[in-house]
């Protein structure tokens, strides 16, 4: 049977060294669920997000998710950052998404 996403997700963090928190209900988000949050229409925008490492994975009783904390960091910096700032974080993708 093929792996899930959230496995497949879990195996690229394990094989890159990611240290992956354990923590409570109240700060765990699933992939789904951030993604409602952020408005991004794509389901894998969230894992994108975290191999950029613009969110916090976690997990809890062994699946991965994002950080609450996270997830709401980067909807403050979507709604308030400049030009620039976004320019940026865009070269630095297709610069990252190029070097593979």
């Known amino acids: ?3 899930t996403r959230e496995q497949w997700t879990a195996r690229i963090y394990k094989r890159w060294g990611f240290q992956v928190p354990e923590v409570g209900r109240d ?3 699933e992939f ?3 993604q409602e949050l952020l408005g991004l229409g794509s389901p894998g925008a969230v894992r ?3 191999l950029h490492r613009h969110v916090e994975p976690c997990t ?3 699946r991965l998710g994002v950080t609450r904390d996270s997830v709401e960091a980067e909807l403050r910096w979507r ?3 400049a030009f620039p ?3 940026r974080r865009l070269v630095g993708h297709v610069l990252h998404w190029l070097s593979f």
């Open 48 to 50: 994108s997000l975290l």
């Open 32 to 34: 789904d669920e951030a």
């Open 60 to 62: 809890i009783e062994g």
């Open 27 to 29: 700060q765990y988000l």
């Open 85 to 87: 700032a976004r320019l």
């Open 79 to 81: 709604q308030t950052a």
């Open 1 to 3: 049977m093929a792996p």
